[in-house]
């Protein structure tokens, strides 16, 4: 069900550790920085058709129904990856290589940003009530399982391959390897229940208006997208953790992967335990104790890695933050789906994660390397994630309760 989000960070990753390669291979400018810098930029393009795809897609999972949507953003996904795939490099076709590349992308930002909506809402409402919280999580843990296959595959053929097959196809191999998940996950897709029950059983087949419908559900919408904000941040700056390990310590690339694996690991773990919790003692509690650790842990240890330049403790500082706001995370997604109502969730839910993408997590990663380099500040990516889950912190008290178990009981104590 979470393929597409676990999709979504293996192309994210993957993309980030071939950079190099992809820019030799489409975008051969008179030096190699000016080649990279071309490849980023044309990744960061996908994030600009995001909220496009977000609106049309998410708002037709509320108009037809959550599994056609999701059966057409994974389809897109598909033929994006797939597309990158097979271009021939510039050297084959020319111009016209960068060209299909960058509508790839794009093709790429505008399926990845209609996925989150209908999948998350579709898992609000395919399981129990009391179980929300547990399946719901597994949009979380979905990144991090590929975050790990990633690493893995990106690591394990650079060991194998030399420097001239991995320009030449390995590359394209490990995003191959990626796509192979895509006829499974359609067919799983296509077979699933629809939940999208309006009055009388039909479809709700009505245009909506995104904006009233962003305006009726002001509280929701503004606390969600801050939330959003604040996870899309956290997320990428632990991502990021690696790079900082290679670049700004000077670490063994060795202790930089085991700190990529032990983020996965912890976050595969983290996630779905955070969910089931907060099935058990409501939201609310799982997010503030998340940010709460996070705001408090985040600058310590990026401290004292500054101090020690330990690889051991880059390890254990990606696992840990991991740990602690995976298991949070996973709920504020939950939470900002499951509080919007059934006939808008799609589509709302949709347009605030790929907003909080395209504006926060498109920027992060050159946000921290500027504040690091000009402002010299090697702990740059803990103030700024710090700052970051503090507004989501505040977001998530002005947030009201979602659970159902807990709204129940609130309710109980309200009529006693």
């Known amino acids: 069900m979470a393929a597409g989000n676990a999709l979504e960070f293996y192309d994210f990753i993957t993309y980030a550790f071939f950079a190099v390669y992809i820019g030799r291979a489409f975008f051969p400018a008179g030096d190699a920085a000016s080649s990279l810098l071309l490849s980023l930029a044309t990744f960061g393009a996908g994030f600009i058709t995001r909220p496009i795809g977000g609106v049309v897609i998410g708002s037709l999972g509320d108009r037809v129904g959550r599994a056609r949507a999701m059966v057409l953003s994974f389809s ?33 930002g505008f399926a990845l940003g209609g996925e989150v909506g209908p999948t998350t809402a579709f898992l609000v409402e395919a ?60 067919i799983v897709r296509r077979s699933l229940p629809e939940t999208l029950h309006h009055d009388g059983g039909g479809f709700d087949n009505t245009q909506h208006d995104i904006f009233g419908l962003l305006k009726a559900h002001r509280r929701v919408v503004v606390c969600g997208l801050l939330m959003l904000a604040g996870a899309t941040i956290a997320t990428y700056v632990v991502l990021f953790l690696p790079t900082y390990g290679l670049t700004t310590l000077g ?14 690991i912890c976050g595969v773990i983290a996630a779905p335990l955070g969910g089931a919790l907060s099935d058990r003692i409501g939201r609310k509690p799982v997010m503030i ?128």
């Open 76 to 108: 897109l996904m598909g033929i994006a990856i797939l597309g990158m795939v097979f271009t021939p490099s510039y050297a084959a076709i020319g111009v016209a290589a960068p060209l299909l590349i960058l509508f790839f992308r794009l093709l790429q």
């Open 127 to 186: 399981p129990p009530a009391e179980h929300r919280g547990f399946y719901g999580s597994l949009q979380g843990a979905s990144q991090s399982v590929a975050v790990i296959a990633a690493g893995l595959a990106s690591t394990g053929l650079a060991a194998v391959l030399d420097e001239a097959a991995l320009a030449d196809w390995g590359w394209r191999a490990v995003f191959f390897l990626g796509a192979l998940v895509i006829p499974f996950a359609l």
């Open 251 to 264: 670490l063994p690339p060795a202790w930089c992967f085991g700190a990529t694996l032990a983020t996965g």
């Open 289 to 416: 104790a998340a940010t709460l650790l996070t705001m408090m842990l985040t600058v310590p240890l990026f401290l004292l890695l500054e101090r020690t330049r330990s690889g051991a403790l880059l390890v254990l500082t990606g696992g840990l933050l991991s740990f602690i706001f995976a298991s949070g995370g996973g709920v504020m997604i939950m939470t900002v789906t499951e509080s919007l109502p059934r006939r808008v969730r799609s589509g709302v839910m949709a347009t605030l994660y790929a907003l909080a993408i395209a504006i926060f997590g498109g920027t992060t990663q050159f946000n921290i390397a500027f504040l690091s380099e000009r402002l010299h500040l090697p702990a740059a990516p803990a103030y700024y994630m710090t700052a970051a889950v503090v507004v989501a912190f505040f977001a998530v008290l002005a947030m009201p309760e979602s659970a159902p178990v807990r709204k129940g009981a609130l309710r109980a104590a309200a009529m006693s």
